[in-house]
């Protein structure tokens, strides 16, 4: 499978080269800012999928939850629609895109941290702290990457820069699931397979923190007249 999507990717590369009106001009990804955020989007929510599906299972198939029992437990993650409003475009006019995502996913490996020392007598109180601090961190996360996404693309190549994004979202978002799937099969069973899996949340984001630390040189600058849009952006989680 590797195999052969490796080599679709290289036939469509060299299909758009050739193309007068290519679907993805493929000089949009020369600057490096962009590619930056592309990754660090895939790293991401690959985190944040492996490890939603590792809670769901320590809490449903471990602790013997209901999946209305799962569902309200994780439902304080959502805190981020209440924050991103007003804490988003705060912290982006004064700090800046980068510095905003990259405190984002610096607090995104440390809340999966704080679940790898989970316990079969885990009470609900002992895992809230690693569930608001991941709430918290999309406002930190989501929002700037959906904004530098754009950030120096020509106005009318906008729709390929949001599409090349969420491409790189739903990628991560499968990557994340059957890497710790993966790794939790190969570890063995249990709960000690879970922590062990618990780890690749860990990496992928302290990776995509390491990639949008190479940006942190650029000037913090505001987004200039398209000010209001964190708030908009953010709450689409």
């Known amino acids: 499978m590797f195999v052969a999507g490796l080599t679709l990717l290289g036939l469509f590369t060299a299909v758009e080269r050739r193309s007068s009106s290519p679907l993805v001009r493929l000089g949009i990804l020369h600057p490096a800012p962009l590619v930056r955020v592309n990754v660090a989007a895939l790293l991401f ?126 990628f991560g978002t499968a990557l994340g699931l059957s890497a710790v799937t993966a790794v939790s099969v190969a570890a063995g069973t249990g709960l000690d397979a879970l922590r062990t899996a618990l780890i690749v949340p860990v990496t992928a984001d302290a990776l995509g923190a390491i990639v949008i630390a190479f940006g942190l040189r650029a000037p913090a600058t505001p987004n200039g007249p398209a000010q209001p849009a964190p708030a908009e952006a953010a709450t689409t989680v």
């Open 45 to 170: 929510l690959a985190a944040f999928a492996g490890f939603q599906f590792l809670a769901t299972l320590y809490l449903q198939e471990l602790c013997g939850w209901s999946t209305m029992q799962t569902g309200l437990a994780m439902l304080v993650i959502g805190i981020d629609t209440v924050l991103a409003p007003a804490l988003t475009p705060r912290l982006v006019n004064r700090f800046g895109n980068t510095r905003v995502l990259f405190g984002g996913l610096v607090l995104a490996a440390a809340a999966y941290a704080l679940f790898l020392p989970v316990r079969m007598d885990w009470t609900y109180a002992a895992m809230l702290p690693a569930l608001l601090l991941l709430g918290s961190v999309f406002s930190l996360a989501y929002g700037p990457l959906t904004m530098a996404a754009t950030d120096g693309v020509a106005e009318d190549e906008h729709g390929l820069a949001g599409g090349l994004l969420y491409t790189s979202i739903q």
